[in-house]
């Protein structure tokens, strides 16, 4: 197990994310790093527009990603902090024991910043980083000042071209992440199967954090909202038809599944259309009128579809579906075409102090041992502080590479640490012999082919931030090299060597304090488990509400706890992968992480199958008394799961008393209903399904904490995997058995 994990992890180094690579920002900051060489070259003050450029460098990462608000946000937030620690990190290098201890300071605080978030983490790394490499150069007070201001205007000119560039760019990040939750809802039609459900809800999650945090145009913004709106709306009957299309036990005979799954088939080149002219509808520009044209014609013929089905009592679910995205499609055309209507929900009026408050208590509840942002942050202190204490003691003209690549190695998670040391040396390794080769080969006494290098090695390392870390170390160095050329003024390849062996022991360094302290994720997922749980419960308890009301409750309020479900699942999706890569064993079982998660999502399916139902009308009466005993079982059954998850016990032991599973007239009642399946309505299949989930997921527990052979166990697993017996019975078999 321990070996197929380390190979797993191994492999992770020459993974691409294709989505991750940004051409756009990486070329964006390297005219940033250009224009200040160039005014160098120029003006004969190359040194000072390398100082420039340093600071557009620094200030290029925190502006490589996210809304034009966030975007800003974080480079004043870079270009100021940036500029303090290159401040005092010129003035403290002429002391070795208060650059050790201020190192380690920074560490620290860099490594509680990714409690804020991950891209105020990314701005304390890179900030730390220039205290270390300035404070090789100590200054006087005069010289401090001036090359904090050096960095100080590389940032503003980062900043400035970034804004400019969203100007001219015809998309938003806001548009550009909602025109994905319709190509993925379009891929959810065509294959309606748990991987495209999940990118689904991941791409739902993403647009409602963007457009929370934007300062977009008011009309556009409430037009992307209503667009999301009209995704979350579209996907709910998406799913109640491909929970038709798959045969499920819960909707065995409420529809036909060819029909179902043709409809979603017909029904996906429709959102592509929508994804793709977008922009043009949240402009409301003229040439947006074709895609009304083309809702409107959609929605009149789904429409049609639904008539000539509702007559065939197998066909009536199907029917429904079908007329409710028909509604859905017109409702959103004819929304999206008055232009009066410019409203924005609460959670879009949150004022810019808000945030501030909410990221300084995020910031003091990580004050804690138990949290793992603190460990980590201990950790990087650790790690700089001896990484900086070796770079003076040790004999090595470059030794400032130590704490810079611990640094950089270094994160809150085994994985991430293990695999971008490994990233880290080989890209290292490749960026040093590249530089390095091309600085002896182009002989360059004027500094323009170093420049030339700067530019392009600089605009790599932007684009491969996030596509691959090897090929982005293997960037950063040979930027970094090249850059230090200009100062250092030494032989190419002892020089080399020397950063080579200062790579390798910075990365062993990172290693051995995470191995000696560490942060297992394993110690961390029963929670984020249990929060899945949790929030499954509310949403469950939710569409209960609305059922008692008789269909008039909150669409707002349930849609709140639909999303929280998404962003709990999500996380806790995250959290798992993270833990089936760490080389121990995980208190919970990993089958039993992989159960918990398929459960609820299944869970999730049928509890939209009956949302859609509900706002259709045709699930609007309260439940029965023999339905309500089921029901309050189900919730008693989830709360006990919850709280044996936060208890992280190695066993999962659903009600420990046995209490729950006294309740002997529950299995009688279900059993009851599947007697007389035919005869029962949405409610109540709906009810008998989420007992037979939690039922089932019961069993799994029970027979995986009994430790079964590693045969059954692979048989489970493969079971839970593609949604196999137990969980569906699409061969007629009771579900119960």
Not at 546 to 559: C, F, H, M, N, T
Request: hydrophobic share 50%; with cysteine; proline share 4%.
């Amino acid at each position: 197990m321990i070996r197929r994990r380390t190979w797993r992890a191994l492999l992770t180094v020459i993974e691409t994310d294709r989505t991750g690579f940004r051409v756009l920002p990486g070329l964006r900051n390297g005219v940033g790093i250009l224009l200040p060489l160039v005014w160098g070259l120029e003006s004969q003050h190359l040194l000072s527009g390398i100082g420039v450029a340093v600071g557009a460098l620094v200030a290029g990462f925190a502006g490589n990603a996210g809304t034009a608000r966030r975007r800003l946000r974080t480079m004043a937030f870079a270009t100021a902090w940036m500029t303090c620690t290159t401040f005092i990190g010129a003035l403290a290098g002429h002391s070795h024991v208060l650059i050790v201890l201020l190192t380690a300071l920074f560490g620290w605080i860099s490594g509680m910043m990714l409690g804020v978030s991950q891209a105020s983490g990314q701005v304390g790394l890179l900030a730390t980083n220039a205290l270390i490499l300035i404070s090789t150069s100590p200054q006087s007070l005069s010289g401090a000042l001036y090359r904090a201001s050096l960095v100080a205007c590389g940032g503003l000119l980062q900043t400035a071209l970034m804004l400019a560039v969203d100007l001219a760019t015809p998309q938003s990040a806001e548009a550009q992440s909602v025109a994905k939750v319709y190509r993925k809802l379009a891929a959810f039609s065509t294959t309606p199967v748990r991987q495209t459900d999940l990118e689904l809800a991941a791409s739902l999650v993403e647009a409602s954090d963007l457009l929370k945090d934007s300062y977009m145009p008011k009309r556009h913004r409430s037009r992307l909202y209503r667009l999301l709106d009209g995704a979350e709306q579209l996907r709910m009957y998406a799913v109640a038809l491909a929970e038709i299309a798959r045969a499920r036990a819960y909707a065995q005979e409420l529809g036909d599944a060819a029909v179902a799954a043709d409809i979603l088939r017909q029904c996906a080149p429709i959102f592509g259309a929508v994804a793709q002219h977008l922009w043009l509808i949240v402009r409301g520009d003229r040439r947006a009128q074709p895609l009304f044209y083309i809702l409107e014609r959609a929605s009149e013929e789904l429409s049609d579809i639904a008539r000539l089905g509702g007559g065939a009592q197998e066909r009536e679910a199907t029917a429904a579906h079908v007329a409710a995205m028909a509604q859905s499609l017109m409702a959103l055309k004819a929304d999206l075409a008055d232009p009066a209507r410019a409203s924005l929900p609460q959670e879009a009026l949150e004022p810019p102090m808000s945030k501030i408050k909410h990221a300084w208590q995020s910031f003091q509840s990580h004050l804690t041992w138990h949290s793992a942002i603190f460990r980590h942050a201990g950790r990087a202190a650790m790690a700089l502080g001896i990484g900086e204490a070796l770079a003076f003691l040790m004999p090595w003209p470059h030794g400032y590479w130590v704490p810079l690549t611990a640094n950089i190695i270094l994160r809150p998670d085994f994985t991430s640490t293990f695999t971008r040391g490994i990233a880290r040396v080989l890209g290292t390794m490749g960026g040093l012999v590249l530089a390095t080769a091309l600085l002896i080969a182009v002989p360059d006494r004027t500094g323009v082919f170093a420049s030339a290098c700067i530019v392009v090695f600089g605009a790599l390392m932007y684009m491969c931030v996030t596509y691959n870390y090897a090929l982005f170390s293997c960037a950063l160095t040979a930027l970094m090299v090249v850059l230090l050329s200009f100062f250092e003024r030494q032989a190419p390849i002892p020089t080399m060597a020397d950063r080579l062996l200062a790579t390798l022991v910075g990365s062993a360094l990172a290693m051995l304090i995470y191995l000696a302290w560490p942060t297992w994720q394993h110690q961390q997922v029963h929670r984020a488990l249990a929060e899945a749980v949790e929030r499954e419960q509310d949403y469950y308890r939710g569409v209960l509400r609305v059922l008692a009301e008789g269909g008039k409750g909150s669409p707002r309020r349930l849609a709140r706890e639909r999303q929280a479900v998404r962003l709990s699942r999500t996380n806790a999706a995250g959290l798992v992968r993270q833990v089936l890569a760490e080389p121990v064993a995980p208190h919970v079982h990993a089958h039993m992480m992989v159960a918990i998660l398929v459960g609820m999502h299944r869970f999730s399916d049928t509890l939209l199958s009956l949302e859609a139902y509900t706002w259709e009308g045709r699930a609007a009466r309260p439940l029965t008394c023999e339905e309500e005993e089921v029901a309050r079982w189900v919730d008693r059954a989830l709360s006990s799961l919850a709280d044996s998850l936060r208890r992280g016990s190695s066993e999962i032991v659903m009600d420990p008393s046995g209490e729950l599973w006294r309740s002997g007239d529950v299995p009688t009642i279900t059993r009851n209903m599947e007697t007389n399946w035919r005869e029962l309505d949405v409610v109540a299949r709906a009810v008998v399904r989420l007992y037979i989930v939690i039922r089932t997921l019961a069993r799994l527990t029970h027979e995986i904490d009994a430790g079964p052979p590693a045969a059954e166990l692979t048989d489970a697993s493969q079971a839970l995997e593609g949604g196999g017996q137990g969980w569906d019975d699409a061969q007629g078999r009771s579900p119960l058995e």
